[in-house]
């Protein structure tokens, strides 16, 4: 089976045709285009890039502080506690789907973007491993395993 490596270039300045030229020529595709453009003046007051907000958090009503989102919270948690006992990410990934969760753009789970969720839930861990719902998850696994 194939696999791919990746690679991102942060370019600084227009877009060369020499270095999609070198890119090719080395066995490279093109994946995907990010564009931004600068805008006159700053950003209206109260405004939030929504890809700031992490996941498991969202914006409150009055746009004022970050609060938890009950059910990307939960997903984290399934997440978790699969990944605790070792599951695969394609596994996550399924057991995910079938409980309804999920992406936040409302697509379903894969191994990849379960994968792409560990550094936030490196940031969660510890919140998360000192609630009374992570013990009875703990418990109810030890007895599975016990």
Same mark, same amino acid.
């Not at 020499?18 to 003046?41: H, K, M, N, T």
């Given at each position: 089976?194939?696999?791919?490596?990746?690679?991102?270039?942060?370019?600084? =300045?227009?877009?060369?045709?020499?270095?999609?030229?070198?890119?090719?020529?080395?066995?490279?595709?093109?994946?995907?285009? #990010?564009?931004?453009? #600068?805008?006159? =003046?700053?950003?209206?007051?109260?405004?939030?890039? !929504? #890809?700031?907000?992490?996941?498991?958090?969202?914006?409150?009503?009055?746009? !004022?502080?970050?609060?938890?989102?009950?059910?990307?919270?939960? /997903?984290?948690?399934?997440?978790?506690?699969?990944?605790?006992?070792?599951?695969?990410?394609?596994?996550? /990934?399924?057991?995910?789907? #079938?409980?309804?969760?999920?992406?936040?753009?409302?697509?379903?789970?894969?191994?990849? !973007?379960?994968?792409?969720?560990?550094?936030?839930?490196?940031?969660?861990?510890?919140?998360?491993?000192? !609630?009374?719902?992570?013990?009875?998850?703990?418990?109810?696994?030890? /007895?599975?395993? =016990?």
């Amino acid at each position: 089976m194939a696999y791919f490596e990746r690679m991102r270039d942060v370019i600084h =300045g227009p877009l060369r045709q020499d270095l999609l030229r070198q890119r090719a020529e080395s066995g490279w595709q093109v994946v995907s285009i #990010e564009w931004r453009r #600068e805008l006159p =003046g700053s950003a209206p007051e109260g405004t939030v890039d !929504t #890809e700031d907000v992490p996941y498991g958090l969202r914006l409150s009503d009055d746009c !004022t502080r970050l609060e938890i989102d009950q059910q990307e919270n939960q /997903a984290l948690i399934q997440m978790m506690e699969l990944l605790v006992q070792d599951f695969p990410f394609s596994s996550v /990934a399924s057991d995910l789907n #079938e409980k309804g969760y999920r992406t936040r753009e409302g697509k379903r789970w894969s191994p990849v !973007t379960v994968f792409n969720m560990l550094p936030r839930l490196i940031d969660v861990g510890p919140r998360v491993f000192s !609630t009374e719902e992570w013990d009875r998850r703990r418990e109810r696994f030890a /007895a599975k395993v =016990g």
